[in-house]
């Protein structure tokens, strides 16, 4: 493992100055000692916090500027300090990053893919102009919903959401500043803050095009990000993400999450980045297991000559994967979580 040795800016203050946050309504959960998960939003964003001996590490910045700013705070407030040193960002996603220039006077840690991805949201503004509209698209939403049940007018989670959307906009419609991570990695990357180590792995096209797995050993904790889900069986490749894959790539999933599982224990607490699921080693491990076979025997079916659809057959999920056979199929985007991986394994297996 790479570990790079990395000055820490001594005294750096917190941004956010005089002018109030707006109320977004932010929750904090405590997880261990020094680790804080923070969520705000209609879509539940989770922003984790460490405050170590080298200052406070800060994982993903949030939907813009002012709501990152709002986080920024109240991880101050929680941890009554201001000696902020990272911010790391996990995936590349507008909920993530579009927040960055809230942290623009501390080092932005990411991996050279989501670097790479950032750079292209500036150099290619099309790009992300869905993700631009999703305030606009939200409130649009919203108000339709009202329209047709008036009573969701007295639902104080209704105007939060409303107001929190009308935040987003301004800071959109102001410009947003795309501020790409300056200490980059390829594979993998520690960073060494006394008491703590926080440790990165690029995990590459899954969620996004560019997603990390963050591991806090000396806390316990996993940032898993949107990896994989409590309960459901992992998709290979969600139909949202275009980029393209090869078996060099699959390879690489899977020798990772085997590297953070055997890293993890029994009271490892694995998290997302949204909402406030904490997934346990014992139900991610047979997730990892299930990739792991799934994509041997899908490359043994090929090499020995059978059909896409002898695959199928030969490949039932309830008697070869037992270990995920309580898992549901519930990924909204696809019906049949388990065929669509065959499908997908076997494009681009050799
Ligand atoms: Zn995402």
Known sequence: MLTVALWIIAGVSAQPGPHAS?????????????????????????????????????????????????????IQAEFQRSDFAFLINSHEHSDHVFGNSAYSDIPIVGSDLLRAS????????????????IPEESLARARQELSKDPQLAHDPRVSRSEEFWKVVQADYSAGVDFVPPAITFDQRLSLNLGDVSVKLFSFGHWHSAADTIISIPEEDVVRLGAILYAGQLPVVRYPYANE???????????????????????KTQFISCHGWTVMSKAQCAPQVAYLGKLWKEVRRAKSAGRTLQQAKEALPRAQLFAEVAGLTNAADQVPNIHEHNIEELWTLAP
């Open 118 to 133: 950032i750079l292209r949201m500036k150099s290619e503004p099309a790009s992300i102009a869905p993700r631009l509209a």
């Open 22 to 74: 707006p109320d977004l309504g932010i929750t904090v959960h405590r997880i261990s000692p020094r680790a804080a998960v923070f969520t705000v939003g209609p879509w539940n964003n989770s922003y984790l916090a460490l405050a170590t001996q080298k200052g406070i590490v800060v994982i993903d910045s949030g939907f813009s500027k002012t709501v990152a700013q709002a986080v920024r705070a109240s």
């Open 244 to 266: 393209p894959l090869t078996a060099a790539i699959v390879d690489h999933w899977i020798a990772v999450l085997n590297e953070v599982m055997a890293q993890s224990g029994a």
